[in-house]
């Protein structure tokens, strides 16, 4: 992979042989920040003087052009620059000479005299323009230069030695990239540029024009190469029909001189650089790769709607992307931000309820706070006195009598604790053995009749605390990034440098709820203290009310996605949602098209495509129970 060069040149760099009409040497400032960081070959295949080539130095490139004379000399730059150099110590810079060189028959030459001529011309003709007659023959007049530089005997050993590692093709620019382009390139175009002006007749070209139906057809070489995989950086005059022709990408207009014109008034104008960063190709189909051993030390849990068994999939997907951050807006369980981490990203895990945040802040935000097994023994002993809280407001309903005291000891115990990793090590310790002790792991019944004689239901509560203590130490570890755990609403989340959103919301469905709070509202409380909860007394689960949710209807669910599309527009949205959810998958991805140019669904082991194939949704028959969105 090409890495991208250090800015700026140096006196040692090589530098372009020619002097070129439309040539990028004045563009590099605004072109050299686009190229990506890494790359597999370097392809130009309007390479004229290639500036850019020059300025990045790749090791590994193919260069093109549909001009033989500017191929030779390349080529022969390339194995005999010392002949080179020898025949243009011959020239003179007279007009008399100039003249004599361009009548020329360059069949009757050898390469490196062709090869020296065609520099000679370059230095010495007008504006270093190259133009053909109708019969192919060279017809720009002498430029009346002082002093041209005709001979860069240094320029043309370096250029030597940067050529030698080339592959250099006289080629029409679609051949090239039908034969050479593969995923991982990285291609510049520079083509023949639109006509704007009066002076469009003095732009460069061989024997072929370049009309409007070739940069049409360009456009969809630039389509088919971002479809393929590559990288492209395609510039042109800022026209309409280049705005037209590559609205999908990114485009920026600059400002640049035109050095040949005839008159002062038309030496301005304006470049487009279109940027195309390659399409994700993604390929299911194939067994994804094994998770580090690091993401299978989270502690297993039976959290509602936790992504445990999704994970090789879901990360099948987001690999395919290249980012650095992550986001994980409704984190749960904490499974899937956890997962992420032991892949290196950097983490912001998010959760409106306490106990998902408690999760993420014991084992995703913390790298590297444990708590020790004494420390863990402590906590089980009273040492100051209970508010006897939950013995009082829950007796009876959950747990026994000498349980409660536990948990009430524990809580005590716990909020004294000054470091707060290790509060959150404890208390998610606390979570973890209240949900393992209860039967089915949820508090939306009271006494024991789910009780089936599991060995989590035979331990002891404070066998339970201390495996679990055991179990959250044993998944911190550092992976070298500042991550973070938010508890608080998603929609109030800034997002400043995700690379990667990825949102798994409560699924709205009139046939069940998604009530996390009902289910968990115990747990839930312990992480909050019960502080800011309203206790419904005369319920007999002693419930709280649940936190207000837009994803509690059909409408609501479909706004909600709307607008955190809309507020992560910049990043890629992956979004997983259940088959038999409200707002149906057509539904979903018509939300999200709003926002990204490209959505495709991946039902875990099948892949739709949307956009030019949207006709195929309604044939879907797909009996997945989970989709994955994939916005990008």
């Not at 909600?560 to 527009?569: E, I, M, S, T």
């Amino acid at each position: 992979m090409e890495p991208l060069p250090a800015a700026g040149q140096t006196s040692l760099a090589p530098r372009p042989l020619l002097k070129w009409a439309g040539g990028k040497t004045q563009l590099l400032g605004a072109l050299l920040p686009k190229v990506p960081k890494k790359y597999g070959r370097y392809i130009e295949p309007f390479f004229g003087g290639g500036a850019l080539f020059f300025a990045l130095n790749p090791k590994n490139a193919i260069i093109a052009d549909s001009n033989p004379e500017l191929i030779n000399l390349y080529r022969c730059v390339a194995c005999d620059p010392d002949g080179v150099i020898a025949y243009l110590r011959r020239y003179k810079n007279t007009e008399e000479a100039f003249y004599s060189a361009r009548a020329m028959n360059t069949a009757t030459l050898s390469g490196i005299e062709a090869a020296a001529r065609t520099i000679f011309l370059n230095k010495t003709c007008f504006n270093g323009l190259y133009r053909v007659n109708k019969n192919g023959q060279f017809n720009v007049p002498y430029g009346h230069y002082q002093n041209p530089k005709i001979l860069d005997e240094d320029a043309i050993r370096r250029a030597s030695v940067l050529f030698g590692k080339a592959t250099i093709l006289c080629s029409d620019y679609k051949t090239v990239l039908q034969e050479h382009a593969q995923a991982g390139d990285f291609i510049f175009l520079d083509p023949p540029y639109l006509p704007i002006s009066e002076y469009a007749d003095f732009k460069r070209y061989t024997k072929e024009q370049f009309h409007e139906e070739d940069h049409i057809e360009l456009a969809a070489q630039v389509v088919r190469l971002h479809e393929l995989g590559c990288h492209v950086i395609l510039t042109n005059s800022n026209h309409p029909l280049v705005h037209d022709l590559y609205r999908k990408f990114a485009m920026e207009v600059v400002p640049s001189k035109r050095h040949i014109s005839r008159n002062g008034k038309g030496r301005t104008g304006e470049d487009v650089i279109v940027s195309v960063s390659p399409k994700p190709s993604f390929n299911l189909r194939l067994v994804p790769a094994l998770l580090p051993e690091q993401a299978l030390k989270y502690p297993s849990t039976r959290y509602m709607g936790s992504k445990n068994k999704l994970l090789t999939q879901l990360w099948a997907t987001a690999s395919q992307f290249e980012f650095d951050t992550a986001i994980d807006l409704f984190s749960g369980s904490g499974i899937v931000g956890y997962m992420l981490k032991s892949q290196g990203k950097k983490v912001v895990s998010n959760d409106y309820m306490a106990m998902s945040a408690t999760f993420a802040k014991a084992m995703i935000e913390n790298h590297e706070v444990t708590l020790s097994h004494d420390e863990a023994l402590t906590l089980l002993t009273a040492r100051r006195p209970s508010d006897r809280f939950v013995e009082t407001t829950f007796q009876g309903l959950y747990f026994n009598d000498e349980d409660n005291r536990l948990i009430d000891t524990l809580r005590a115990n716990i909020k004294a604790l000054k470091n707060p990793y290790k509060r959150a090590i404890a208390m998610a310790a606390l979570l973890r053995a209240c949900l393992k002790k209860r039967p089915r792991g949820i508090f939306t019944y009271v006494g024991h009749r789910y009780d089936d004689g599991r060995k989590d239901l035979q331990l002891s509560f404070s066998a339970q605390f201390l495996e679990a203590v055991n179990a959250v130490n044993g998944a911190v570890f550092d992976n070298g990034k500042q991550n973070k755990a938010r508890h608080g609403d998603a929609m109030t989340l800034r997002n400043t440098e995700a690379g990667l959103v990825y949102i798994d919301p409560p699924y709205y469905s009139p046939l069940s709820d998604n009530e996390y709070v009902r289910r968990y509202h115990f747990v839930e409380g312990l992480a909050r203290d019960w502080q800011g909860v309203d206790i419904q007394q005369h319920t007999i689960t002693k419930k709280f009310k649940s936190y207000p949710t837009p994803f509690s209807s059909r409408l609501g669910a479909a706004q909600a996605f709307d607008k955190l599309f809309q507020r992560f527009r910049a990043s890629v949205l992956l979004v997983s949602y259940s088959s038999n959810s409200q707002p149906s998958m057509d539904e979903m991805v018509t939300i999200l098209a709003r926002h990204k140019r490209h959505v495709e669904v991946v039902p875990v082991d099948y892949k739709y495509s949307f956009g030019n194939q949207a006709h195929k949704v309604s044939n879907n028959k797909n009996d997945a129970q989970e989709y994955i969105f994939v916005g990008y």
